[in-house]
């Protein structure tokens, strides 16, 4: 696995992120520009539910070359 991720992350949650992205297969090369280097923070942020009932805790990878964002409903990933 090439993947870099620096840090702001918990070893505990890096290691379930990383099995959950393998698990589900995920390919984790940027869609924008091809490079597979990622910063994760442990921290989630809130964003509006798409039904507006509410929020919902999103995880946010950072591709450090582009900085494409990408959110993951962390509920669906089991961080929360
Ligand atoms: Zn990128």
Same mark, same amino acid.
């Given at each position: 696995m090439s993947n870099k991720y620096e840090g702001h992350i918990s070893k505990e949650n890096l290691t379930k992120i990383e099995s959950w992205l393998q698990g589900k297969g995920?390919?984790? #090369? !940027? /869609?924008? !520009? $091809? #490079?597979n280097e990622w910063t994760i923070k442990d921290n989630l942020v809130w964003s509006w539910a798409p039904d507006n009932s509410g929020k919902v805790p999103e995880l946010l990878m950072v591709c450090? $070359? !582009? /900085? $494409?964002t990408m959110h993951f409903n962390a509920v669906v990933m089991g961080l929360k």
């Open positions: 995920i390919n984790r #090369e !940027c /869609g924008f !520009c $091809n #490079e450090l $070359n !582009c /900085g $494409n």
